[in-house]
């Protein structure tokens, strides 16, 4: 079966500027994550989606991101304006959503530079 | 915030020895789970360990679970230079949340 998939692999923006990054996860999957990993760090949780609904933005700094998985399929993250922090790489994942005792299916993640 | 914190932070063997992880957790958790990571790859799932269970076996990795102590080991026996790599554990909390830790760099000389 076909992975999870993300685009763009690279982005190099300047501060203030805004981006955005997609993911369409593994088929029939019904939760789907984003995550950010700054270098050197684990990947920190920043919205989960069950479906097309929210689980968990806790994390997610609202004033500047934002995410949406219209028709509980694909979905966007943005940014915008970018910070420089902002720099890491977003990795999204996916699982059938079944409760617990599930694994998690990542895509190869998106790596930003904002500089 | 992070949930687990892995223990050590990175680890260096010879090709043939064993390697272990530890992982310690805050919270009641449904399960949990190792991850691989590869330089500049996504993470790829090594193993579950549901909360009713003790001990868990794939291939050469072992990986036991004390929810008394809220903490988890990862042993990969005989390593391989293909072990090199950064391994996360991730604790499944109701709801399918995946939280991770921030990992331990093994590396593995041949």
């Known amino acids: 079966e076909a992975g999870v998939a993300q685009s763009p692999r690279y982005k190099i923006i300047e501060k203030r500027q805004s981006v955005a990054f997609w993911c369409n996860p593994i088929s029939g999957h019904a939760t789907l994550y984003w995550y950010q990993q700054i270098l050197g760090q684990g990947p920190k949780l920043l919205i989960q989606?069950?479906?097309?609904?929210?689980?968990?933005d806790s994390q997610l700094p609202k004033d500047r991101f934002s995410a949406e998985r219209l028709k509980g399929v694909d979905s966007t993250l943005k940014i915008q304006p970018a910070k420089l922090e902002d720099s890491a790489v977003y990795l999204c994942?996916?699982?059938?959503?079944?409760?617990?005792?599930?694994?998690?299916?990542f895509g190869q993640g998106t790596r930003l530079t904002v500089v | 915030s992070q949930q687990g914190e892995e223990d050590p932070q990175a680890l260096s063997i010879q090709e043939g020895e064993n390697a272990t992880m530890n992982c310690s957790y805050k919270?009641?958790?449904?399960?949990l789970q190792w991850y691989r990571q590869n330089s500049g790859r996504g993470l790829v799932h090594l193993i579950l360990i549901r909360s009713n269970e003790r001990e868990k076996h794939s291939g050469r990795l072992r990986v036991t679970l004390d929810t008394s102590k809220k903490s988890s080991s990862l042993l990969i026996t005989a390593s391989r230079a293909a072990d090199t790599a950064s391994y996360f554990c991730?604790?499944?909390?109701?709801?399918?949340?995946?939280?991770f830790g921030a990992g331990t760099i093994l590396r593995v000389k041949s």
């Open positions: 991730a604790t499944d909390r109701y709801g399918n949340k995946l939280v």
């Open positions: 989606f069950q479906n097309n609904g929210v689980v968990d």
């Open positions: 994942a996916s699982t059938t959503g079944e409760d617990g005792d599930t694994e998690a299916f």
């Open positions: 919270t009641s958790i449904n399960n």
